[in-house]
């Protein structure tokens, strides 16, 4: 019981801490002639669509192997 508690607790602190960590919000839009100045972002334009579907495919893929593996446990047995 006491295990969990301790547990819990850090869980909570950490949390905490990394919630503080992202609450800074970002720096200011440059002034005057610049990038920014013609209209283009800064930040949050990076692609990630290819990424997002290839981690999605080998985590489908490990889940697989992993009930693979446990039927033919239950096979054997």
Do not use: C, R, W
Not at 3 to 18: E, M, Q, R
Not at 28 to 41: K, L, R, V
Not at 70 to 76: C, D, F, G, H, M
């Amino acid at each position: 019981m006491k295990k969990s508690i301790v547990t819990l607790a850090l869980t909570a602190l950490f949390t905490l801490f990394a919630y503080n960590g992202f609450s800074q919000g970002p720096p200011p839009p440059p002034s005057g002639a610049g990038h920014g100045a013609s209209g283009n972002q800064t930040g949050g334009n990076a692609p990630i669509g290819g990424g997002l579907f290839i981690l999605l495919g080998l985590g489908a893929a490990y889940g697989g192997k992993k009930l693979y593996n446990v039927n033919k446990k239950e096979l054997e047995d």
